[in-house]
C-alpha cells in the first residue's frame, strides 16, 4: 500500500475544510494576526533576514507569519490543495515566500543555497516511517552552523490514548476525524508512525545536527484532542491519574561537522 498517497489525499480534504475553520482563523491571519503560538516564538528568535525552510508546511500561514517577521521562506507540503491555498495567501498578504509541493523525502534545495533555519511543528513526523532519511533531509538543507527547530505534539499521549510509544514495522490505520470545529462527518484515512523521542533526537544527532536544548510542556497551544481545559488563556492541559501529561516537545540543534 502506497501510505504516502493516501496521507497525500486525505490532506488534501483536510486542506479545503481547515481553511475555513475557526481553528486556523484566515481571516484572522489576513488582518494582521500571527499564526506562531508562545512557545516558538519564545524559543526560535532572530529570524528577522534569515533563510527559513518550513517542512510540512500545511497551508502556510507559519511559514507566512514567519515571513512577516522579515525571514526569507520556502515552505514545503506533500498536498498540492495546501499548496496552491498556501500561495494565494502569499500573494493576498503582499509576501515573498515560496511554495514547494513534494514530500518531505523528495525534496531538494538543489544548486540553492542552504538554508539559515530550517523549521517544523505540531504534528509533522508522524506522518513519515523513516526519521533517518528525514534527518538527513534537515541537515542537507541547512547551512554549517544553521539552525534547526521543531516543535511537536508529546509521544507520551499516544501512549495515554492506546497506541505504541515505540516504533513499530506497521504504520497504524485508521479512518479519523479531524480536528477543526467545522469538520462535520468527515472522516479520511490516513497512516501515522510511531517515534519516540530518544529516537528523534539519535536521527537529528547522527546526521550532524548538535542538539543545544530540549524542552518539555504540560500543555498544548492548541484545543486539538479530547478532555483538554484551558487553564490559562491559550494554553490547554490533559490530566492522567491528577498530574499533568507532557503534550508539547521542542528540540533546538545546530548543523556541525561530521567527524
Request: glycine letters at 6%.
Amino acid at each position: 500500500m502506497d501510505y504516502f498517497e493516501m496521507n497525500r489525499e486525505s490532506w488534501n480534504r483536510r486542506a479545503e475544510v481547515h481553511f475555513d475553520s475557526r481553528f486556523y482563523d484566515v481571516k484572522g491571519f489576513m488582518a494582521g494576526n500571527t499564526s506562531l503560538r508562545e512557545i516558538e516564538l519564545a524559543e526560535l528568535t532572530h529570524v528577522q533576514g534569515r533563510r527559513l525552510l518550513h517542512l510540512q508546511c500545511h497551508f502556510g500561514l507559519d511559514t507566512l507569519s514567519w515571513a512577516r517577521q522579515g525571514a526569507e521562506c520556502t515552505g514545503v507540503d506533500i498536498s498540492p490543495v495546501a499548496i496552491e491555498k498556501a500561495r494565494q495567501l502569499n500573494e493576498s498578504s503582499n509576501l515573498n515566500a515560496k511554495f514547494i509541493c513534494t514530500d518531505v523525502y523528495s525534496y531538494s534545495r538543489g544548486d540553492a543555497d542552504p538554508f539559515e533555519i530550517v523549521f517544523t511543528s505540531y504534528g509533522t513526523i508522524c506522518w513519515l516511517p523513516d526519521l533517518d532519511k528525514w534527518a538527513q533531509v534537515v541537515a542537507s538543507s541547512l547551512a554549517m552552523g544553521g539552525t534547526f527547530y521543531m516543535a511537536d505534539f508529546h509521544p507520551v499521549y499516544d501512549l495515554l490514548t492506546g497506541y505504541s510509544y515505540f516504533e513499530t514495522d506497521a504504520p497504524d490505520v485508521e479512518e479519523e476525524e479531524t480536528y477543526t470545529e467545522n469538520s462535520g462527518d468527515m472522516k479520511t484515512p490516513l497512516a501515522v508512525w510511531a517515534h519516540p523521542i530518544g529516537r528523534v533526537l539519535t536521527a537529528l544527532v547522527n546526521a550532524g545536527i548538535a542538539i543545544q536544548r530540549v524542552s518539555e510542556y504540560p500543555f498544548s497551544p492548541y484545543q486539538c484532542f479530547k478532555g483538554m481545559t484551558e487553564r490559562e488563556p491559550g494554553r490547554y492541559y490533559i490530566t492522567h491519574n491528577g498530574q499533568d501529561v507532557p503534550l508539547v516537545y521542542t528540540i533546538t540543534g545546530r548543523k556541525q561537522p561530521m567527524p
